[in-house]
């Protein structure tokens, strides 16, 4: 079963970036969508961005503009790059993907926005 490990959470200020990866240990071709989430403290699981197949892509209102997801099949790995961090973008983020034969999810990675 392929697991997945997100990795480039860390606090940063706001208006500041950050990257976030999703590195899997095997291949991600079968996963065709594939999708962050994010989790405030006291907040449900908040779905962020999607990207279906290598290019289709769709954002939650709240980031869009801000965000970009992207894959990278040949590593293995989901990207997403986050830019004019805002407070209310503190959060665990997780990365999500699907394929025919379920859903498989990561551990998350922290994201501090703060001054």
């Known amino acids: 079963q392929v697991q997945f490990v997100e990795s480039g959470g860390a606090w940063v200020q706001p208006g500041g970036s950050l990257r976030l990866s999703c590195v899997a240990s095997?291949?991600?071709?079968?996963?065709?969508?594939m999708r962050w989430y994010r989790q405030a403290p006291g907040k449900e699981r908040e779905w962020v961005a999607a990207i279906i197949r290598d290019d289709v892509t769709s954002y939650a209102d709240s980031i869009k503009g801000r965000f970009t997801i992207s894959r990278d099949n040949a590593k293995n790995t989901m990207y997403l790059q986050m830019n004019s961090l805002k407070p209310e973008d503190t959060a665990v983020y997780l990365c999500n993907a699907e394929s025919m034969h379920g859903q498989s999810w990561g551990q998350g990675t922290q994201v501090t926005v703060s001054s």
């Open positions: 095997g291949s991600i071709a079968a996963f065709y969508t």
